[in-house]
């Protein structure tokens, strides 16, 4: 118990200062200690979209798989058009880092792709995971208020499609959406429907006047790695009333480099990944659920993401899969829980 204390300790001062060094890159590719600007060389790759009489399966897999790698990424978000009067923008938010993109999991039509941010020193925080299912009948959403019910699509708008399922740290829902890959003009880019999310680190953070975003995400495959377009709208909830405050435009470019060191990165997810196996499918359980899934903590609050990543340390310290099942399981059960009641 006393190691696991040390270690849990040591990652909550890497990522506060891993954050702080984030929130300090404003217009800045990445800040060393010195505030000198470091770029690294990019990696530039033919973007072939769809090759001829290449399947759309096919094609559309290709683009999801072109997205694993090593980047350097900026985040930058400007809120755009005031739909509230007298809201006054916020400034623009913008920050950078190292992140690797690692395979998880791969069924053909189900592929399931890891973030995880490294720094200069050597730190790594296990960022955010992505999830592509193709032709997904239904799936999770995100409903407001820490909720996550079942989205039942249309028959007729399923075929052809893929749904991006995104999750935070300790592999809980984020959002959800579906759309299709286009692939004209030699160039790949899938653009979701419009689907509700929780507020982002960067906002619930900082932020209290408003509840939710109505998010449209757009990818698409670059010469350099890719980009992560939202079209944010920001949204007030209040006695199931919405209020529209602002539009928002995001902007995330992952860029390839070559002569950064992201090998604790990979370190860690080589050392982890059985562990987070075990997290996924019990999240799945959880969702595949019909009816109402609720997370027992107002958004902002860490502890649930501390206690798993803590577990994660002590599976990296102790391989031993059965020591921490029960202690996950009863972490589980405290912050999250089912309501069958809302079954359609």
């Known amino acids: 118990m006393f190691l696991g204390a040390i270690i849990k300790t040591i990652r909550h001062i890497f990522l506060f200062l891993f954050l702080l060094l984030l929130t300090a890159c404003a217009n800045k590719t990445y800040m060393t ?45 400007h809120e755009t058009t005031v739909l509230k009067s007298g809201y006054v923008r916020n400034d623009p938010k913008h920050s950078g ?42 799936h999770w959403a995100y409903v407001g208020d820490q909720r996550f019910d079942t989205h039942h699509r ?5 075929p052809g499609t893929w749904t991006q399922l995104v999750y935070g740290v300790n592999d809980g829902p984020r959002y959800a959406g579906s759309g299709r890959w286009n692939h004209r003009y030699g160039v790949s880019t899938w653009t979701s429907e419009r689907t509700w999310r929780p507020l982002p680190r960067r906002e619930y953070s900082k932020r209290k006047d408003y509840q939710l975003l109505n998010v449209e995400n757009r990818h698409t495959i670059t010469p350099q790695g890719w980009t992560h377009e939202q079209d944010n709208t920001k949204v007030i909830r209040k006695n199931g009333e919405d209020t529209i405050l602002v539009r928002e435009f995001g902007f995330n470019d992952y860029r390839r480099i070559t002569g950064f060191n992201f090998s604790p990165g990979l370190d860690y997810w080589e050392a982890t990944s059985p562990f987070w196996t075990l997290v996924r499918k019990r999240w799945d359980r959880e969702l595949n659920k019909e009816g109402e899934t609720r997370l027992l903590f107002i958004t902002g609050d860490e502890k649930f993401s501390d206690e798993v990543l803590s577990l994660a340390d002590a599976y990296q310290v102790n391989p031993t899969m059965n020591k921490h099942l029960p202690a996950f399981e009863e ?7 089912s309501d069958t009641s809302t079954m359609h």
């Not at 897999?61 to 072109?66: D, F, G, Q, V």
């Open 33 to 77: 200690k010195s505030d000198k600007t470091v770029s690294f060389p990019s990696v530039v790759r033919p973007v072939t979209g769809c090759m001829l009489n290449e399947r759309a399966f096919d094609c559309d897999r290709s683009a999801i798989l072109s997205m694993l790698g090593e980047y350097q990424v900026s985040f930058n978000f």
């Open 331 to 337: 972490v589980f059960n405290k912050f999250v829980s």
């Open 154 to 158: 249309k028959p007729a708008s399923v």
């Open 97 to 138: 880092g190292f992140e690797v993109v690692v395979l998880a999991d791969d069924s053909k039509s189900r592929i399931s792709m890891q973030h995880i941010l490294v720094g200069a020193s050597g730190m790594i925080i296990k960022h955010w995971r992505q999830e592509w299912v193709y032709e997904m009948p239904s």
